[in-house]
């Protein structure tokens, strides 16, 4: 469904990725994780088309779509939300759903119907980090990016996030960058480890940390050679 080839981007002299390439298929959910700094948003900016790549290509159901406008990428099927919430704060839930161009009944299947007359900003972070989800289920996506969903969220914002996004099984793929590794990997089939801008692993999330590369990105050489005597 989803194509990423040889993807490259540097921003003067520092190479933020490096020659990355993966797949992802109708319905799959796929987690990215990795160090700060690996390159996590900036390939989510690439994908969106919030920039362009220096060499490689993305490309969606056989189609180019490298370097495309967002609001075009957007429109095929591509929908991306952010780490910093974007919402109309002055508005209720049901008004802010409205100006997505969707229908308020999208309201009960992200457990908010009961907020639908609530002012924006007065929702708590979780109830923000699910409209802006509903915001983006607007645009009927295909592929859904989301740029840590569960960064800022308590225990039980987390678990109400995660049932939401389990509810979506099926109904596109998801693409999830995030740092909290549990919840991550209560939602991901797949995961994908990026560190200093290259894929270092890409398997199942219960294998992750049997890589000795990835223990030492996130551990450092000396304890992660520690963890192996």
């Not at 952010?82 to 802010?96: D, G, H, P, W």
């Given at each position: 469904m989803l194509k990423v080839a040889e993807v490259s981007k540097r921003f003067g002299n520092f190479q933020v990725l490096t020659n990355i390439s993966f797949d992802v298929k109708n319905g799959e959910k796929v987690g990215i994780i990795g160090p700060n700094g690996a390159g996590k948003t900036t390939?989510?900016?690439?994908?969106?088309?919030?920039?362009?790549?220096?060499?490689?290509?993305?490309?969606?159901?056989?189609?180019?779509?490298?370097?495309?406008?967002?609001?075009?990428?957007?429109?095929?099927?591509?929908?991306?939300?952010?780490?910093?919430?974007?919402?109309?704060?002055?508005?209720?839930?049901?008004?802010?759903?409205?100006?997505?161009?969707?229908?308020?009944?999208?309201?009960?299947?992200?457990?908010?119907?009961?907020k639908r007359n609530e002012i924006a900003k007065n929702l708590s972070q979780g109830e923000m980090r699910r409209l802006s989800i509903a915001m983006a289920l607007c645009l009927d996506p295909k592929i859904l990016l989301l740029d840590e969903p569960f960064s800022g969220l308590d225990f039980q914002d987390s678990a109400q996030l995660a049932q939401t996004i389990q509810s979506l099984d099926g109904k596109m793929a998801m693409i999830i960058i995030e740092h909290r590794l549990a919840e991550l990997f209560g939602v991901a089939e797949r995961v994908l480890v990026l560190n200093a801008g290259k894929i270092i692993f890409d398997g199942l999330p219960e294998d992750v940390f049997e890589s000795r590369e990835v223990r030492e990105a996130y551990l450092g050489r000396k304890y992660a050679n520690s963890l192996c005597k």
């Open positions: 390939l989510f900016n690439i994908i969106s088309g919030f920039l362009k790549p220096d060499s490689g290509e993305i490309i969606y159901k056989e189609v180019r779509i490298t370097a495309k406008k967002p609001s075009w990428i957007a429109k095929i099927g591509i929908v991306r939300t952010f780490q910093i919430i974007k919402l109309f704060e002055n508005l209720t839930v049901a008004q802010n759903i409205e100006a997505a161009g969707g229908d308020v009944e999208i309201l009960k299947e992200m457990n908010l119907w009961a």
